[in-house]
């Protein structure tokens, strides 16, 4: 049985491992290029991130996934042949025989067709850069110095197993930092059920920041892929941090949100280090990947510097979200009784 599971576990590791492989020429157009072409191509570049665990990853198309998941989704599943898949415009549309439904028309500014089902236009925005970095939650009360002292200890084995492999660092601690937000924003949803009380706005808050996190993730993931085995690393720690993070939001969200704030001052010192290895040409800076253009609406010639530089910023308004939401806490209030810092980025 044991050994039942660690196959599957492993099958779909490697399934997950062996994309498709595309590269970015522009947020709208993409070059296909096989698995060999690519592979020779990053082997002759040497590659940015150094260590032979981690491989460049080459951007993939912003339809083509959706479209294989849209795809999937409209097969019959009971596999009688009843639904019928239309492909049209291309094969870029698929409709079911049920009602099926369909996107209006997106497009860009210049005309071109939205190519992200994942994020629309009207999700995305301008990094505020201006933010101040420095700022720095002092701990004062006991409960602060847990915080602190928790981060502190937390980054000793990152800084051991990373060490200055900041493109690998990233990705991995991005597959983290997506949760806090989903579990807090989760705890608020079922609590605003039970008591029927409103939220303040903390729900879309908190969720807007794991979507934020998220979308940190899927653009360092066009940028470095993880082998098997740190993808199996990555399971681990969700499984123990989800479930972590889920009783210490319970116990005492005050704390939870303070750790939060705590592990983002960590993440805008990694992504500040991240920038000087740009800037020292020991990480070459490469172009960003289209993902990342549209959704920070980065000039089209952006590159990775001009990526790592707004998710940086990003990181710096989390940091305000978490330190705010655990003062408000401090205080011995709810967070619904202060208005949510909705939409800031
Ligand atoms: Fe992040
Ligand atoms: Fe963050």
Redesign the pocket.
Known sequence: MNQLVTRAVLRRLEAGWSCNRYVPTSSASVVKMSFDDSAAMWRGQGGFIGGAQWRRAVSTTAGEKDRKESAEAGKDPKGSGVAEKKKEDGGKMVVSSYWGVSRPKTTKEDGTEWPWNCFMPWETYRADVSIDLDKHHVPKTFLDKVAYWTVKILRMPTDLFFKRRYGCRAMMLETV?AVPGMVGGMLLHLRSLRKFQQSGGWIKALLE?AE??RM?LMTMVELVQPVWYERLLVLTVQGVFFNGFFVLYLLSPKLAHRI?GY??EE?IHSYTEYLKDIDNGQIENVPAPAISIDYWRLPKDATLKDVITVIRA??AH??DVNHFASDIHSQGKELREAPAPLGYH
């Open positions: 930092a920041e934020n996190e940190h939060v592990l983002e993440a990003d990181e989390h940091r």
